[in-house]
């Protein structure tokens, strides 16, 4: 079959759109040259809606987690106490960065599909005056739970500690209000919601976390925020970025303006409501409920032995990618990537695979065909 088009609904690298592709094919320029230094400065206003933010945006050439491992070594000090609210891969991944950098990590761990109670931080901070940050995931992709920013902003906002959240899965398709939920530090990577290719993260600071940086002596070059910020006076980076990836981004953002930001939340949650209603019309257990479940990625526990093979046959024999399970829920899980470059129509494919899939003609197309006539108001 073309291998431009395969379904690849996996969480992240998503599909990028063709003009977004070719925006990425134009010549190189002059990274300390007039012309690129207007683009990128332009690049990174233009990042502010889409962060609901005021707070200055840093681009670094990297993957997300270049952007996690900035917000940790430039925040945190060795033998800093500091929480993580992890409830998945990458709420562990927040744990394993502070502990490389030697912070005291406290870890509050609510269970893989769950999403945690916002008075539950609030209750740890309490009880544990000394720390100094929060950590805490958005969109989990490992579960697909969405976790409550707003409320665990509003738990914490009385105590003085920093709260930092990892948007990589989320920001470009779901609702983040940066400034109005009271998050100082926003990381998120050019190749999930934002529908270019990885190479891109992106990092939002707030003012109390700039000063707060002038205190860290967390050992750190290339991740150096400090120099990204003088930098950033002359509308430059410090170092070679990646020039072919911003000229994308420039293009998704010309998509994102488009389309618009509420345009865009809607059409993920309906992706993720017919997506699910597929999956139960197929008696097929969905790993969250409906009260966390994400709008960008959906996981399936089915109740069949072989989920890899499973998976590998959708690929093999149907042209849709889907992804596996990862941590402990490797093996047991499939998740159905629907964030960024992705319609309602693709979601209807890939249910229309694994429905033939296991022979069950219909079923899962029929309940999503209808949630999406309810929407459109058929
Ligand atoms: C994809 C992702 C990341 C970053 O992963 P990279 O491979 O470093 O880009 C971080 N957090 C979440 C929730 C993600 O989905």
Redesign the pocket.
Known sequence: MFSDRKQLRI??PTPVPHKVLAAGAGPMANHRGPDFKSQLANILERLKPVFQTENTIIGLTG????A?EAAVANLINPNDSVLVLSGGV?GD?WAQICRAFQADVHVLEYPWGEGIAPEAAADYLRRHSHIKAVFA?H???STGVLNDIAGIGAAIADFDCLYIV?A??SLGGVDLKTDEWGIDVVCT?S??CLMAP?GLAFISISNRAKERMKAVSSPRFYLDLQSYLEMLERSETPYTPNISHFYALEEALNIIEAEGLEQIFSRHLLMRDMVRAGISALGLPLLVADQWASPTVTAVKPDFDDVSGFVASLRDDFGVELAGGQGRLAGRVFRIGHMGYATPLDMLTTLAAIETKLGRFGQATAAAEQVWLQTVGG
């Open positions: 969480p992240g993957s997300g987690t270049s996690m990458f991944r995931t969109n989990e992709s990892d990589v899965s990577a190749q999930k990885p």
